[in-house]
Nanobody, 127 residues
């Protein structure tokens, strides 16, 4: 059974930084695809970034490119989302997702391509 547990959410001021973690159990992280999505109140779940296995370059949503970074620590079986230069519009519940299926670049942005999801962690950007 694959399980994902996010942590690291909280309150951050505009312009500040926050790092989210996604610990994966039940499967080796090095051989999977990891995606981060977010859902703001009253909105649909939206793609943030995805990492297509350890050796591939990640892809990012336009809204976060240059400010957010996805990384992996395979020895810890944990993925991270570093969020810098935070904006109030980044307020949302952030979810990590995982799949062992082989995905093309465009498919990593689609939530229905992932098999497993974490419970989500709240990020609030406010003064």
């Amino acid at each position: 059974q694959v399980q994902l547990v996010e942590s690291g959410g909280g309150l951050v001021q505009p312009g500040g930084s926050l790092r989210l973690s996604c610990e994966v159990t039940g499967r080796a992280l090095s051989n999977t695809y990891i995606g981060w999505f977010r859902q703001a109140p009253g909105k649909e779940r939206a793609f943030v970034t995805a990492s297509r296995r350890s050796s591939c370059l990640p892809n990012y949503a336009v809204a976060v490119k240059g400010r957010f970074t996805i990384t992996r620590a395979n020895t810890k079986n944990t993925a991270y989302l570093q969020m810098n230069s935070q904006k109030p519009e980044n307020t949302a519940v952030y979810y990590c997702a995982e799949t062992s299926r082989s995905l093309i670049l465009s498919s990593t942005k689609r939530a229905n391509k992932y098999e497993y999801w974490g419970q989500g962690t709240q990020v609030t950007v406010s003064r």
